[in-house]
């Protein structure tokens, strides 16, 4: 899903305005051309991709990274228990 909303932006809009000020820190020029961004925001696939970022991400972190989190622990744990139990 954030591939695809890059991908509509870099298609329909202007990626280097996007990233404003922060471009430069990849030894990029500003855009050359004024095209903007503002018309994504009436666009009906950027809000559908917009959308499924901010679900799909709040799900992430409210379901799915605290069951991964529990896991990690009791990989961890049981690493620790054989360095030190041998």
């Not at 991709?49 to 990274?65: A, E, F, P, Q």
Request: net charge negative; aromatic share 6%.
């Amino acid at each position: 899903m954030r591939s695809r909303t890059i991908e509509l932006i870099r298609n329909k809009g202007n990626l280097r305005k996007a990233l404003g000020h922060n471009i430069e820190v990849f030894g990029i020029d500003p855009s050359i051309f004024e095209l903007d961004n503002l018309h994504l925001l009436k666009s009906v696939p950027f809000d559908g991709h917009m959308t499924g970022v901010i679900t799909m991400s709040w799900s992430l972190n409210k379901r799915d990274y605290p069951k991964l989190l529990e896991i990690i622990d009791e990989i961890l744990m049981l690493i620790d228990n054989e360095i030190t139990n041998g």
